[in-house]
């Protein structure tokens, strides 16, 4: 993430209660320049004071002028995310954009499936889904979503106050082959896993084991600065 979402970090890693690793990249997207290294650390160091004993690893990356003009505004997210894995030591990794908040609880569960979860990912190289939702309506509180659980984020889907990320083709930046094939109003309904199969564009959010993990292609860069 850039500098000025570090706020966004810290509530990510409260909501994970687990290890985290994040590349943090100098720079204030809100205000369209790049952050002094002192300030950067400044800010840095106010947001890990805010996670008490929790495990984060995070390290600073600088923006670097080796490419054109046109390119340099580009945010460098595939290049964040190989730092980031670079940074991981455990079994396996959930990939998690900043702006996302992890459901309260999903590390605990994961842990508790130990072997058997890792053996699953490992040996018979599965991938667990990570279904993907967002807020659309002013009153709902995407934290009390993922705070209160399954039941409460239902409930806001058929309020019409949350649904799919990316979902409907409402805004610009709406992609629904993203996350279509996990078929997420069936995990709604459902209490237990099922399997789904990969379609063209379909990217989500999976756990996955660090080892088999492919490098993110970083010619390809993320919105602009």
């Not at 667990?128 to 967002?134: D, I, Q």
Request: hydrophobic share 40%; net charge negative.
């Amino acid at each position: 993430c850039s500098v000025e979402r570090l706020d966004r970090l810290v509530e990510q890693a409260i909501a994970w209660d687990g290890p985290l690793v994040a590349a943090v990249l100098a720079f204030d997207g809100r205000r369209g320049r790049r952050v002094k290294l002192t300030d950067s650390l400044s800010a840095l160091g106010s947001a890990i004071n805010k996670l008490s004993a929790r495990c984060v690893r995070v390290e600073l990356y600088e923006v670097i002028d080796d490419q054109p003009p046109p390119l340099r505004s580009l945010y460098p997210i595939n290049a964040l995310r190989n730092a980031a894995l670079a940074m991981a030591h455990s079994e396996l990794v959930l990939c998690l954009d900043v702006d996302f908040l992890p459901c309260a609880g999903l590390f605990a569960r994961l842990e508790g499936g130990g072997g058997a979860l890792r053996r699953q990912c490992t040996e018979e190289r599965t991938l667990l889904v990570v279904p993907a939702f967002e807020s659309c309506a002013a009153t709902c509180d995407a934290a009390r979503l993922a705070r209160e659980g399954k039941d409460t984020l239902r409930a806001a889907v058929e309020a019409g106050e949350a649904r799919v990320f990316a979902s409907d083709g409402r805004c610009a930046g709406d992609f629904p082959q993203g996350h279509r094939a996990t078929d997420s109003e069936r995990w709604l309904r459902s209490d237990g896993a099922y399997t789904v199969e990969h379609e063209d564009g379909y990217e989500p959010f999976v756990i996955a084991p660090r080892r088999l993990s492919p490098k993110y292609d970083e010619r390809f860069c993320g919105c602009l600065l």
